[in-house]
């Protein structure tokens, strides 16, 4: 979140603004809408956008109400997201309600650190138990100690470069009442909003990780970069077009890497998209495959070769159970 601020100087988004004119698939106009008869049928976004499954059996398991198992990487991502939110509401806290002249995020977020890493751990208490039972407590207690460890590094890293921004913007500022102005506009940031597009087939509600200036829409990845990633972010700036009647045209993929080398994340993968009429046709089409899907409740089978199925939460269920 802390870089998105710059972003506003980037020729990227100079451009993207210039080209906007030209998207024709909006969320708010109805060529974007299912074929007919996929009207009424739902998904979430996020099985919509997540293309891993080369047959698809990932949406035919979901029709027919079968669960992905717990895992420690399911656990993982979802740890990961849950700090970075907390880090942020945190962060947007502490600049509404604390005066310019008194603020000092740095040490304020320091302060913090133990308070938002044990709401985190508390969120997803149940889920770790699950796993407990699975992997055992010796195994399970080995992956937390390091995934602690990753947590720590995002914590450090994601408050040294907020404080420093916003150290930046108060050393912009001439008086109280100009400096108050400057927060408004370089943090004019949502965590998890709700949207609903229910004529677009997406369950509700949708929550995207977060929303700038309510025109550029973010999305948190953890793992290997995969180029359907940008599916998500249309998927969302779609949604937030059906939802709120206006233009969406860019995005971020926020791809959070970690690697035991660096002291910090790598956001390697980073870039400022602009969500252009072939992404949105692009993920439309998905769309309408999956909700077929849905709707038939056909099985499409398994892939003749399981490499491709080993990474995947359901590779139990497809491997093991159908054998
Ligand atoms: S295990 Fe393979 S076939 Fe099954 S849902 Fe995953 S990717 Fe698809």
């Known amino acids: 979140m802390i870089f998105i ?32 008869e996929l009207i009424g049928i739902k998904l979430p976004v996020n099985l919509i956008a997540y293309n891993f499954c080369s047959n698809q059996r990932d949406v035919y398991l979901y029709a027919i109400g079968k669960k992905m198992p717990e895992s420690f990487d399911r656990y993982r991502g979802r740890m990961i997201h849950s700090l970075y939110q907390e880090i942020w509401n945190s962060i947007l806290k502490k600049i509404a309600s604390t005066s310019i002249s008194d603020l000092n995020l740095d040490k304020a977020l320091r302060k913090n650190r133990t308070n938002i890493l044990k709401k985190v751990r508390s969120k997803h208490k149940s889920i770790y138990r699950i796993l407990e039972e699975g992997l055992g407590e010796e195994n399970l207690s080995s992956l937390q100690s390091s995934l602690e460890k990753e947590m720590e590094k995002i914590y450090s890293y994601e408050i040294r470069l907020a404080a420093a921004l916003v150290d930046f913007e108060l050393s912009r500022a001439l008086n109280q009442s100009v400096g108050e102005a400057f927060f408004q506009r370089i943090f004019a940031l949502s965590i998890n909003p709700n949207f609903h597009a229910p004529k677009l087939g997406f369950s509700s509600p949708i929550t995207p990780d977060f929303v700038y200036k309510n025109n550029v829409v973010g999305d948190i990845k953890i793992g290997p970069w995969q180029d359907y990633y940008y599916h998500t972010i249309t998927a969302y700036a779609l949604a937030i077009e059906y939802h709120t009647r206006m233009p969406v045209n860019c995005g971020i993929v926020l791809h959070v890497n970690l690697d035991d080398s660096r002291h910090v994340p790598i956001h390697e993968n980073v870039t400022f998209e602009r969500i252009d009429d072939s992404m949105r046709k692009k993920f439309l089409m998905i769309r309408d495959q999956k909700l077929l899907i849905m709707l038939s409740k056909k099985d499409p089978g398994i892939p003749k070769d399981p490499d491709n199925c080993e990474e995947c939460g359901y590779y139990k269920i497809c491997w093991e159970q159908t054998q």
Not at 8 to 32: F, K, M, V, W
């Open 5 to 36: 601020p710059f972003l506003d100087q980037t020729t990227n988004q100079l451009e993207a603004i210039r080209e906007c004119a030209t998207i024709q698939y909006r969320g708010y106009q109805s060529l974007t809408y299912p074929q007919p």
